[in-house]
C-alpha cells in the first residue's frame, strides 16, 4: 500500500476531530470511556477506517459501538466543516484488537518466565555427571604422558629403560 502524505494528515486531523467530538458532543449515555487509537485513510480520501478502544467489559463495548454507529452522520459533518475539503470521507468505526493481543502477549511472557524460573530451580541442584571439568589442562598431560609411555613399552615387550630385555 502506498503511503499518501495527504491522506496520512487528513487521517492525524479526522483522529483528533473525532476525539474532540467524543469527548465533548456526543452526549450518548451509553458511550463509554473511549479512546482513539489509529485513523486510517484510503488513497483516495473516500473512506475513513477509526480505530478505538473502550475500556469495561463486553456489554460497555457493545453500548459503545452502538453509540458510535448513531453518532455517526454528527461526527462525519463535524469532519467535513473543521476539514474544509470537497468530498468528505464515509467513516467506520472498529473496535481495536489491542488490548487483548497486549493481554495475550502479558500471558505467553508471564508463561515463559515461570519456565525460566523453574528451569533456573532445576539448574541449581543439577550436578555434573561426569567430573566438574571435563577438559584436560598441561599438567594433566605430563602425567597422562609418562604413564602412556610405560604402558606402551610394556606392550612392546622392552623395560622401562627401553633396552628389549
Given amino acids: 500500500m502506498v503511503d499518501h502524505p495527504r491522506a496520512r494528515k487528513l487521517a492525524e486531523r479526522i483522529q483528533k476531530i473525532v476525539a474532540q467530538m467524543l ?14 487509537t489509529d ?14 478502544t473502550v475500556l469495561g467489559d463486553d456489554e460497555a463495548r ?14 462525519r459533518s463535524e469532519v467535513g466543516k473543521q476539514t474544509g475539503i470537497r468530498l468528505t470521507p464515509t467513516l467506520e468505526f472498529i473496535a481495536d484488537a489491542l488490548p487483548q493481543t497486549a493481554q495475550h502477549l502479558e500471558e505467553a511472557l508471564r508463561e515463559a518466565a ?17 567430573d566438574a571439568d571435563p577438559y ?5 598431560l605430563e602425567e597422562d604422558g609418562d604413564d602412556a609411555a610405560a604402558a606402551t613399552g610394556a606392550a612392546a615387550g ?7 630385555r
Fill in 23 to 36: 469527548d465533548t458532543r456526543v452526549k450518548d449515555p451509553r458511550l463509554g470511556f473511549v479512546t482513539v
Fill in 136 to 140: 584436560r589442562h598441561p599438567d594433566d
Fill in 39 to 52: 485513523v486510517r485513510v484510503t488513497g483516495d480520501l473516500q473512506h475513513a477506517s477509526v480505530f478505538y
Fill in 114 to 130: 515461570a519456565k525460566d524460573a523453574e528451569v533456573a530451580a532445576l539448574a541449581a541442584s543439577a550436578q555434573y555427571a561426569g
Fill in 158 to 164: 622392552t623395560d622401562a629403560e627401553g633396552t628389549g
Fill in 62 to 75: 457493545a453500548g459503545t459501538a452502538a453509540a458510535l454507529e448513531s453518532a455517526k452522520g454528527l461526527i
